[in-house]
């Protein structure tokens, strides 16, 4: 599946393509990642591992191969693609123009899910003041929204929430397939 690339001018990339069961959605690169030139790049990022262990992918993929996210039916993006964050709740809350333009490029791709990669993404994204965990009553576009904790290694606390969240937003893009088919 070829990526279409609406964001050239960031740090990193968009990783997008039309038909994908899920985008998500991080809020600024790293510094690692950005330095990587790859998303989720940190030693202490457990975003690959999550993928995996939920099921997502047959196998472990680091993030120099971020781009092969697209076979599996995956996205990646962020809110900022222009500059680096060494933690999310540093950055400024986000202008009408850079809300905009996200929202018009996950409903262009409309992936089945859109999943928020942690409260403070979810919170920049859509001003939901306390997001609860998980599916979100709201769609964007056709597309449901999902919220899982934060895949940094500073959100480790949470590894087997984090872990069950992943599980669970596995089974309901399945459970998306499964409802899709004819």
Not at 9 to 38: E, K, N, R, T, Y
Not at 71 to 83: E, H, K, P, S
Request: hydrophobic content about 35%.
């Amino acid at each position: 599946m070829p990526a279409e690339n609406p964001t050239t001018d960031g740090l990193l990339p968009d990783i997008l393509a039309p038909g994908l069961d899920v985008i998500f959605v991080g809020a600024a690169p790293s510094p690692a990642a950005a330095m990587a030139g790859h998303y989720y790049a940190g030693s202490r990022n457990r975003f690959w591992d999550l993928l995996y262990r939920a099921g997502f992918t047959p196998k472990r993929l680091d993030a120099e191969q971020d781009h092969e996210v697209l076979y599996y039916g995956i996205g990646l993006t962020a809110v900022y693609v222009d500059r680096i964050s060494v933690a999310n709740h540093l950055l400024p809350p986000p202008d009408e123009s850079t809300l905009a333009a996200l929202h018009r490029k996950l409903e262009r791709f409309s992936p089945r899910v859109v999943c928020y990669n942690g409260k403070d993404v979810c919170r920049m994204c859509t001003g939901e003041e306390n997001p609860p965990w998980g599916e979100m009553p709201e769609y964007l576009g056709r597309s449901i929204q999902f919220v899982a904790h934060s895949s940094s290694g500073r959100a480790d606390r949470w590894g087997v929430e984090r872990l069950e969240l992943y599980c669970q937003l596995r089974q309901l893009v399945e459970d998306l397939r499964t409802a899709s088919r004819p």
